[in-house]
């Protein structure tokens, strides 16, 4: 499964922002772009967990994270 994220570089936080857009609320950041491709895998990880804990989602598995545009 594949999710489309979005980096930013914010400069005031001198590192990247990603957003999931097609998971409401999932982000995370970075000081590199090494960093925050790593945490927002996380995110994607720790936001399907829960979502699949409470029956809220259909999705099961995680076969790849990023698609990158």
């Not at 936080?13 to 090494?34: F, I, N, R």
């Not at 960093?35 to 699949?52: R, S």
């Amino acid at each position: 499964m594949k999710f489309q994220v979005i980096f930013t570089l914010d400069s005031e936080y001198h590192g990247y922002v990603a957003e999931v857009h097609s998971l409401p609320g999932c982000v995370s950041q970075g000081k590199t772009m090494d960093e925050a491709i790593i945490n927002i895998k996380d995110a994607i990880q720790g936001y399907l967990y829960v979502q699949e804990k409470h029956r809220n989602s259909s999705f099961h598995t995680v076969d790849e994270f990023l698609s990158y545009k």
